[in-house]
């Protein structure tokens, strides 16, 4: 019996599986092409929320997603760093503005529930994409394609597998990739919550001595116009400890780790917990396979880097791909394979190394680091071209002086490969 075939098959459905087969829909050429989306379905809802920094805001624009969860979503126009250490050498107060940047917002926090929905409902009205509601099982690879062996029984054939499977990716093992991994011992809770006073935009990250305790606005309800979202990054045993107290007991707590800037604080449910740990693949693209979101990269919710520097995977390998699709051309070649490997070396393990620093600084009581970490931070605060710079990096917008030609020669490189 022969496999059905498609053009490129998206293995895993969280955000970034899900914004890839909607985003691969929108080509031109999409109609000549077929699009597979392999995702089992999740059990319970996820309470967890995301900060789409505005590239990805724009991303969903173009997808048709924005307007569907536009007024469930909160703007970012402030980002405040506070020091909430009680070591020796502390940074101070720096509050980042995105109207300094000629923007109305950096991004906005939207709940994964509502984000994920509203992609479903535009992959629903696709005639492009094919979603199977399975995991894959086994993936065997050819010269000219790769057969996907699935959980349901039944076999499929692509020309390119995107792994969005997440950090324990069956698709990236089944194209070889090996991958560096280590833990942090710290544990994140997150949560959201109501309060009394409102938080005018501003997303407020404390910098403690077991991790971020970083404060996020949320929309608000009828019932609650004052919402925002932690995430809370604290040792393995605090966490568990703090699990067994009641609401009324973590509701105060809260409140005196924001040092009541939001006034009194009501958590809508019980939190969730989750360890922390990092994990970066040895390569992004193998034996028809590219990884995307973390089946190629993991590191820890500081910057609200991880999504987005997902969404930025996304993008260039949609427009590596566009091109080849629309001449009818081999989506899985080896070309497109070392161009897109090559075009997200830097950023994934530049961001990477960032975000690992940081955390890593935030738990040492070795003073010469912190000296280090509070001198940066000062004059992110104080020299504005430097903070401007930062900012930009931070929410993912191109530098104005990066030459566009790197790009291109960095593609002949890799074709020379």
């Not at 629309?326 to 190394?353: K, V």
């Amino acid at each position: 019996m022969p496999h059905q075939q498609f053009s490129v098959a998206v293995v895993g459905g969280g955000l970034i599986g899900l914004i890839t087969a909607a985003r691969l829909a929108t080509l031109p050429n999409a109609l000549s092409n077929s699009i597979a989306l392999i995702a089992a379905a999740t059990p319970g809802e996820d309470k967890r929320t995301t900060a789409v920094m505005m590239p990805a805001i724009d991303m969903l624009k173009e997808i048709g997603v924005w307007d569907l969860c536009q007024n469930e979503s909160e703007a970012l126009t402030t980002m405040r760093l506070v020091d909430g250490s009680d070591r020796l050498i502390r940074a101070p107060l720096s509050d980042f503005k995105a109207a300094e940047l000629g923007l109305d917002a950096f991004g906005y926090n939207i709940p994964n529930a509502v984000l994920s929905s509203a992609i479903n409902d535009v992959i629903a009205q696709s005639d492009t994409v094919t979603p199977i509601a399975t995991q894959v099982k086994a993936a065997e690879h050819f010269s000219d394609h790769m057969d996907l062996h699935l959980e349901n029984g039944e076999t499929i054939s692509t020309k390119l597998g995107v792994a969005a499977d997440g950090r324990n990716s069956l698709m990236r093992e089944a194209a070889g990739i090996s991958t560096r991994r280590w833990s942090y011992p710290q544990t994140a809770l997150v949560l959201n919550f109501a309060h009394d006073l409102p938080h005018a935009g501003v997303s407020t990250e404390f910098h403690t001595s077991t991790g971020p305790f970083t404060q996020v606005p949320l929309p608000g309800t009828k019932a609650s116009p004052d919402r925002s979202s932690l995430v809370w990054v604290i040792q393995p045993q605090t966490a568990s400890e703090l699990l067994m107290h009641d609401l009324p007991y973590l509701n105060q707590l809260i409140e005196e780790k924001l040092q009541s800037c939001l006034g009194k604080v009501r958590i809508e449910a019980i939190p969730q917990a989750f360890p922390l740990s990092g994990m970066m693949a040895d390569k992004f693209a193998s034996n028809r396979c590219i990884l995307v979101g973390e089946s190629g990269h993991v590191f820890p919710p500081i910057g609200a880097q991880g999504f987005n520097l997902g969404q930025r995977d996304v993008e260039a390998f949609v427009s590596l791909a566009e091109p080849v699709l629309a001449s009818g051309g081999d989506p899985g070649e080896a070309a497109l394979l070392s161009r897109y490997n090559l075009a997200r070396q830097s950023d994934i393990r530049s961001r990477s190394g960032a975000v690992d620093l940081l955390n890593r600084s935030l738990l040492t009581d070795f003073l010469p680091v912190q000296a280090l970490r509070s001198l940066g931070l000062m004059s992110l605060a104080n020299v504005g071209p430097l903070r401007r710079l930062m900012m930009r990096q931070g929410v993912g917008i191109p530098l104005p002086f990066a030459p566009a030609s790197l790009l291109e020669r960095g593609r002949a490189a890799a074709d020379r490969w």
